[in-house]
């Protein structure tokens, strides 16, 4: 442990740590700075972190200075804040300052810091500036604006040590100096949005997102990232009942400040076009009120076979399996090979469903195409399909059209088309629930926006349903939850209706060391 | 022996066939290797270059054998580099060490890779020094066919290749760092330190990194002993160093003095003063990066560390510019100017923004452009440059600039026009043309 003393408060903190991060820990700010990221290099380069540090000589940037030992360092006074001032300065004089048409506006590095070191008059001649080539297209998601630049190096950064793809450079020297792709190279990695991200200022920005929407009106909701099992936590920026883009949120246990562009693009799925905007029985739209009826009179009648999916919450999943087990029904998930892909080495895992360790952990089993279009054809009664599509419709579209099929879902496709009723479910950025991921862990995401058209949270739907044939029903979710619990054998944990930010590993958590923190 | 017939390193310039072994040999060149190798260890070599109080040549200063020392205990794989990318305005000493007497360079590295025990030595030539490599290169073969270089050298076990690189002409490739990445095939541009070089360099391991005036003062040390080093020069500047002189003086070019030298003999005795019809205005005496002096100052200076740094300027590499009276400042700090802002490496901001934006001012002042804040403004952009980078670059461009607009601030006043222009002749202006 090293003792310091930073802008008059005594702090000891482990050898080792970065005077930057000891610093963020006293001010309860991080200083200013661009190029500092904590999970690339030190690069030591945008000079805004200066601090002086007493016995130095000159200032020095607190990213590349680790703690000693009776360190006496200063933060806030007059000449680190002189110093940082002027650096911002040197940031700024070549910056074309179009702010009014910039993306970033509104959370740039470059506003914020002006903000609060900055607040000068300019001094640079308009007729002095350097000019950039502007709006050049790098890549499939990315595009940029090089005289926005502030060669933080970040991306060159990312690109170079996290994804290994290189494709980012810094080209030329002096104030010549600017990012960009060698002629030939696209920036095309399934990581490129991270370069978005971590760029500070309005260099890089989204392709998808440019233009859409003014950032300062976008409100943030807690999510994981449906796409696939490694369960990246992001957030989920919306406005006004729709979803305009979905950013990393900081997870060290799972996704680091990291999330892959295959992921980011899935909050169009919430407002696509072929999103069920109300209930239909035998082919024609209808209102809840006949559909919950014809559905209580299916499950009254006889439930043959539920078929669950590992794109179901957590909750979903145990109120499926209730269901069945009321009914006598068959409970099984499949197919077992769909929804699987190409996984890498950093955060796209190849099962790309969300809970499939959800399924596992309420023991649900997932059958391959065709013994699930059997047990569906030998189903005897109605066929309760949930959450996803059952597979490829060339093996079991036959079975599910064949059979009394009742479909909970998001999305008018092959099983929706099969189905004599369809029930319109909610996307997951419309609602609340828990994935388990392919470590165990339990992930909570809430609920962003409002449901499309008639959509109605899945559980109270099949609560409603579990009500009618008397069977203790869950009035709220916390309730579910205290019984899903139970049911998994995990009453000791009292989070599981408010998961920690990070996530629960249960087997982990019953240990002394807790789970991830945000 | 009078200073003038001191020759320490100098002994070969000028002279016919002084870039080969045999005349090397015949006036005992390879002797200090023999020396070293045959019964000395390699912290014995480094004692004695320490006592002789050697400080790098090439700008900074550094004592050369307390760099050595950093080299941490142990290390698997040392690595060690001669820094022949000068390129410092005013500066050509190495190249005339290179071109007349590559062998005592090669000697002096030899000695000193087996001092902190590095099995492999660069020399990174400039790019614009192509005919240096070709000398260097047969200098080199030379000595491998001599048996000074590759295995077993002289019969003592010790193994050293040494290999000529050849630069692509960047200034900033004169920084030990910027050096190293460029030799491992990256940007040149420098490093952030810690950690430094001594510690881990080329390929992440130790590397040495020395200027070619100072490896090749090595073997003399090593001959002679670090007494008779240090009885030449000062207390704190030891030994000769080699000044290269350019402008209007009557006989320009690379001298050997001892250090502690007065300006004023110097410039009287040996430069024989100002070439007819010129006065002397001022001298930038170690280098275009270090603060110019007016004449009156220089001439109550003497030419060695302390003398000079108290007069406000710095030894640096001895390239020394003397400036005449004609010389219009301004069109002196431009050209300065934009040497800097062409050669910023770009990757700190300070260096990389204020570069540009003093060459800009000082560009603008002579076009008659400027107005009385600009010269505040300098100021200004220098307060936000000096001491906050990774390498002192940024300081290689505020300390000219201040100093010649401290020291000469009436001939920049004397450019601005009044009333100041209310507003720029562009309203949307075009990018820099350069």
């Known amino acids: ?518 | 022996m009078t200073p003038k017939e001191l020759q320490i390193l100098s002994a070969r310039f000028g002279r016919d066939n002084g870039h080969k072994l045999a005349v090397y040999e015949a006036e005992g060149g390879y002797t200090a290797l023999r020396m070293a190798l045959s019964g000395m260890q390699p912290s014995e070599v480094r004692e004695v270059v320490k006592d002789a109080g050697l400080r790098g040549r090439g700008g900074a200063g550094f004592p050369t054998g307390v760099k050595w020392g950093f080299v941490p205990e142990g290390a698997d794989m040392i690595y060690f580099m001669v820094n022949a990318d000068e390129s410092e305005p005013g500066t050509f000493k190495d190249r005339y060490l290179l071109d007349y007497d590559p062998h005592q360079t090669i000697e002096g590295t030899i000695i000193s890779c087996f001092a902190v025990n590095a099995r492999t030595a660069f020399i990174y030539i400039r790019g614009e020094f192509g005919w240096l490599v070709d000398r260097v290169q047969k200098a080199v073969d030379e000595a491998y066919a001599a048996g000074y270089l590759g295995r077993n050298i002289l019969g003592s076990g010790y193994d050293l290749d040494m290999i000529v690189h050849k630069g692509a002409g960047a200034y900033i490739c004169g920084e030990e760092t910027g050096l190293i990445n460029s030799i491992e095939g990256r940007k040149g541009q420098p490093s952030i330190k810690p950690p430094f070089p001594a510690v881990q360099g080329f390929l992440d391991k130790p590397t040495i990194v020395n200027n070619v005036e100072s490896v090749a003062s090595v073997p003399w040390i090593l001959n002679n002993g670090a007494a008779a080093y240090k009885a030449i020069g000062t207390e704190k500047s030891c030994g000769t160093k080699l000044f290269s002189v350019s402008g209007p003086v009557k006989r320009p070019g690379v001298y050997e003095i001892p250090l502690g030298l007065s300006f004023r003999e110097f410039f009287h005795e040996w430069l024989g003063g100002m070439a007819d019809g010129e006065e002397l205005k001022a001298v930038i005496v170690g280098g275009s990066s270090v603060p110019v002096l007016p004449a009156a100052d220089i001439m109550n200076c003497n030419l060695d560390y302390e003398s000079l740094g108290q007069a406000g300027t710095m030894l640096g590499s001895g390239g020394m510019i003397v400036i005449p009276e004609r010389s219009d400042m301004v069109e002196l700090i431009q050209v300065l100017m934009h040497f800097y802002y062409d050669e910023s490496c770009g990757q700190c901001t300070p260096c990389r923004e204020g570069t540009g934006w003093l060459y800009r001012i000082v560009k603008r002042l002579r076009g008659g452009e400027g107005s009385a804040k600009d010269l505040d403004l300098i100021e200004h952009v220098c307060g936000g440059m000096a001491g906050l980078t990774i390498c002192p670059l940024a300081d290689a461009a505020v300390m000219p600039m201040r100093s010649f607009l401290d020291k000469f601030r009436p001939e920049f006043e004397a450019l601005i026009r009044e009333p100041v222009p209310a507003v720029s002749s562009s309203r949307w202006p075009r990018g820099e043309q350069e």
């Open chain 1, 1 to 518: 442990m090293a003792k310091l003393t930073i802008d008059g408060t005594e702090i000891e903190v482990p050898d080792g740590t970065r005077l930057f991060d000891a610093c963020a820990d006293v001010r309860g700010q991080a200083l200013p700075h661009f190029c500092y990221h904590p999970d690339l290099a030190i690069a030591g380069v945008c000079r805004l972190c200066q601090v002086e540090v007493e016995g130095m000589p000159k200032l020095t940037i607190a990213c590349n200075t680790m703690v000693r030992d009776g360190m006496v360092v200063h933060t806030r006074n007059d000449k680190v804040r002189a110093a940082a001032k002027q650096i911002l300065e040197m940031h700024l004089i070549n910056h074309p300052v179009d702010c009014p048409i910039c993306d970033q506006a509104g959370e740039c590095g470059l506003q914020d810091q002006y903000m609060i070191y900055g607040l000068y008059d300019a001094e640079v001649e308009q007729a002095d500036k350097v000019h950039k080539e502007k709006a050049q297209v790098i890549g499939p998601h990315v595009i940029l604006d090089k005289e926005r630049c502030v060669l933080c190096s970040r991306c060159v950064r990312f690109c170079a040590d996290v994804t290994g793809t290189g494709e980012m450079g810094i080209f030329n020297r002096g104030d010549r100096a600017e990012i960009g792709v060698a002629p030939g190279v696209e920036l095309d990695n399934n990581y490129s949005l991270n370069t978005v991200d971590i760029c500070p200022v309005g260099a890089l920005t989204s392709r998808d997102f440019r233009f859409e929407k003014r950032v300062w009106m976008l409100k943030p909701t807690d999510g994981i990232c449906p796409g696939c099992a490694t369960g990246c936590n992001v957030r989920i920026d919306h406005e006004a009942g729709r979803v305009y883009r979905l950013k990393p949120r900081r997870n060290d246990a799972v996704n680091g400040a990291w999330m892959c562009d295959k992921g980011r693009m899935l909050y169009k799925d919430v407002h696509d076009e072929h999103r069920l905007g109300a209930p239909r029985l035998e082919g024609a739209d209808t209102d809840w009120a006949t559909a919950g009826q014809a559905f209580a009179a299916r499950m009254a009648a006889g439930l043959g076979l539920v078929v669950a999916s590992p794109h179901c919450s957590l909750e979903e999943l145990h109120l499926l399996k209730r269901l069945a087990e009321a009914k006598g029904a068959g409970l099984v998930a499949g197919p077992a090979e769909a929804d699987r892909g190409d996984g890498d080495s950093l955060l796209l895992d190849g099962d790309r469903a969300p809970n499939r360790a959800g399924l596992a952990l309420l023991g649900i089993e997932e059958l391959p195409g065709a013994e699930l279009a059997n047990r569906i054809a030998s189903a005897g009664a109605t066929v309760l399909v949930a959450g996803g599509e059952p597979g490829d419709v060339a093996v079991v579209g036959e079975a599910l059209r064949a059979a009394d099929t009742v479909f909970l879902g998001t999305h008018d496709r092959a099983t929706a088309g099969a189905a004599r009723l369809v029930l319109p479910g909610a996307a997951w950025a419309e609602k609340a629930g828990i994935f388990v991921n392919r470590q165990g862990r339990f992930q909570r995401f809430l609920q962003a926006v409002v449901r499309t058209g008639q959509a109605r949270d899945d559980w109270r739907v099949l609560g409603e349903v579990l009500s009618g044939l008397d069977q203790p029903h869950p009035g709220s979710l916390r309730e579910l939850r205290g019984e899903l619990a139970q049911a998994l054998d995990l009453e000791h944990l009292e989070h599981l209706d408010n998961l920690p930010a990070g996530g629960l590993v249960p087997r982990e958590a019953a240990g002394p060391a807790a789970g991830g923190d945000a």
